[in-house]
């Protein structure tokens, strides 16, 4: 499969092993990930998806409504799902309290104050149960063909392991959460030694109590695009 499935596939893999209750999806662009996790539930109550452009927000949002299907199969209970437009790098007070967050190929695009103001806001103050974070291993760049530069024009910086795991390990000690380094798309031969395409950071914070069932505040710096219940 395609290397973004198989990072959609790693978040799914991880939802059905954990099973956490109330996931976000930051920078959720096309909401193809929300639309996978919607279909593959494992007891989902509610799905939140965030990006800052809200173009394409409103393109593709239409995705989540619910199907005919969804009214004909027995659901497990009642699933919200709610669409944001709004930044990594400020603080909702809606986003505290879940389980998950998910940012797959998304701190590339941040210039690196934003990185540092991302790791306050989601670690520090929304502090989730878990977070994965994905984003391109450059030491695997000489293997893609063609390629010069970034490979993105929009990517702000493309790190080593190396340089991925220092920021991860300074968010642990500054956070409180412990971090496994893992990745999709690897190379065969020798060349399995630049490590993955991908490379896949997951966080688990260290303080177990469950914050899921804290009443959930009212949004009031993002700006809500779509939303439904099924
Ligand atoms: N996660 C999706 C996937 O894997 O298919 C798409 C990732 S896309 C490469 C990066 C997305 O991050 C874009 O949709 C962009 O608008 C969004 N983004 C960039 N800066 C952001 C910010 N500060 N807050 C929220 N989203 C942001």
Not at 40 to 52: A, F, T
Not at 106 to 128: D, K, N, Q, R, T
Request: net charge neutral; hydrophobic share 40%.
């Amino acid at each position: 499969p395609p290397l973004y499935m198989q990072r959609y596939q790693f978040v799914i893999d991880y939802v059905k092993t954990y099973r956490p209750k109330k996931v976000i999806d930051f920078g959720c662009a096309e909401c193809c990930l929300l639309k996978k996790l919607k279909f593959h539930r494992n007891g989902i109550q509610l799905l939140v998806g965030v990006d800052i452009n809200s173009v394409v927000l409103l393109k593709r949002m239409h995705m989540l409504a619910p199907l005919i299907s969804d009214y004909l199969q027995p659901s497990d209970g009642p699933l919200t799902i709610e669409l944001y437009q709004g930044s990594v790098t400020e603080r909702e007070p809606c986003t505290r309290g879940f389980d998950l967050v998910t940012c797959v190929e998304l701190i590339e695009h941040l210039e690196l104050v934003e990185v540092a103001s991302f790791s306050e806001v989601v670690f520090g103050y929304m502090s989730p149960g878990a977070v994965i974070v994905s984003t391109p291993n450059v030491e695997f760049n000489p293997l893609l063909p063609g390629l010069r530069g970034f490979r993105n024009y929009d990517h702000k910086f493309e790190w080593t392991r190396a340089e991925f795991q220092t920021w991860a390990h300074k968010v642990c000690r500054d956070y409180g959460y412990s971090v496994h380094f893992t990745g999709v798309g690897e190379a065969v031969g020798h060349w399995r030694e630049v490590g993955f395409c991908t490379q896949i950071a997951v966080f688990q914070r260290n303080f177990h109590g469950s914050m899921s069932n804290a009443e959930r505040l009212e949004p009031s710096v993002y700006r809500l695009i779509y939303k439904v219940v099924y």
